[in-house]
Structure formats: structure tokens, C-alpha cells
């Protein structure tokens, strides 16, 4: 109960008051957007922006059904960082190592929850602009909850916002284009290149400029 009432003071005198009115976000097929769960979000990924903006697309009575699945290596490698991204952010942990038999499983039983599922396909933070190379962790988690949609999101933006050194916001735009959902397909390399022509064909038409293999 204290972690809810904390994260909703925390959206609400924080997060909406930087994204809304600090920075502004320019938002294309909203009701692209799932209603409820279960549903997987998946966005290219060049700031710790794009976590709260991808938040601040949902109503404040669905925030604790969402859940940015992250790398437990870094959010969980203090007390401190640990509590706020388990409790404030609402965090998934998924460890990068390997040693779990299966690392998604939390992942796996928060969609047959009906939860919605924030997850960056290129597993770290990239090069602005450009979409690194998709990791196979989605279609794992895919192939076992086969029938849970995956929306495809685009942001641009983020990546001035919290440019690395920058301490405080500029007071830039969130470009945010979202797609049309996809479904899993049995073959990884096809899903993953799908995926992949979906966010390039999102970026093209966030930006007007030729998309970066």
C-alpha cells in the first residue's frame, strides 16, 4: 500500500509535471495503445528518459499494471537504486547473466497476470538514432505467452533530453510514434526482423529522414 501511494506521488509531482509540462510529448496513434493487459511495449532505447515517457502514456489508475522489465545488474546493485526502481518505478528485474534456468520467468507470470510490459528489444542503451541489433530475449518471452500482443513504439528525443552528462532535462519534445500490434511467430529470425522493419518504418515516419540499419 505505501509503495502504491508513493509512486502515484511520485508520477504526480514529478514525472507528469517534467514529461507534460517541462518537456511536452507529441504523441501519433494513441489509441494504438493497449487498454489493459496483457501486452508487451517495446521501444528503441538511448536514455533512462524513455522509461518515464513511455509511463506517462498511461492513466495514473493503470500505473501498477505496468511494468519496465530491466537489468537486475544495474537497478538491484544497491539498496537504495534497488527499493525505488522495485517500488517507484515498478520494475522487473531480469538478470544479464545467464544463471537463472529461466530469467523470464516473472516476466512470463506478469502477463498471465494481465499486466502490460515495457521492454527495450535492444537490451541496453544504444547510439542515438540508430536501432542496435535486437536481442532474442522478447521472442523467448513471446513464445511462451504466444497470444499477448507487442506494440511497437518509436521515441524521439529522449536521447537530448538526458544526453550523457546531463543532469538536468532540456526542455525538449518526446517524439513517441506508436505501431500497430504484432503477434509471435515461430521462426526467430523472421520475428525479429519484423520487428525490427516495424521500429525502422516507425523512426522514418517520426523523423521524415531515411531510417539507420
Known sequence: MLSSILRTLFTLCIV???IWLWLGLRIRHRERLPACGPAIIVANHNSHMDVFALLSLFPLRRQA???????????LRNKAMAWFALNILNI????????????LAQCEQALRDGKILILFPEGTRGEPGKLAPL??????LSQRVPDVPIIPVWLRGTEHIMAKGNRIPLPLFIDVNIG????FHGD??????????QLLQLQQQTSGEQTHE
Open 16 to 18: 507528469w509535471p517534467v
Open 65 to 75: 499494471s505496468v511494468h519496465p522489465v530491466a537489468a537486475a545488474d544495474y537497478f
Open 92 to 103: 522487473i528485474p531480469v538478470s544479464r547473466k545467464g544463471r537463472e534456468t529461466n530469467p
Open 135 to 140: 536481442k532474442s530475449g522478447l521472442w523467448h
Open 180 to 183: 500497430s500490434a504484432l503477434s
Open 188 to 197: 526467430k529470425h523472421l520475428f525479429l526482423d519484423e520487428l525490427r522493419q
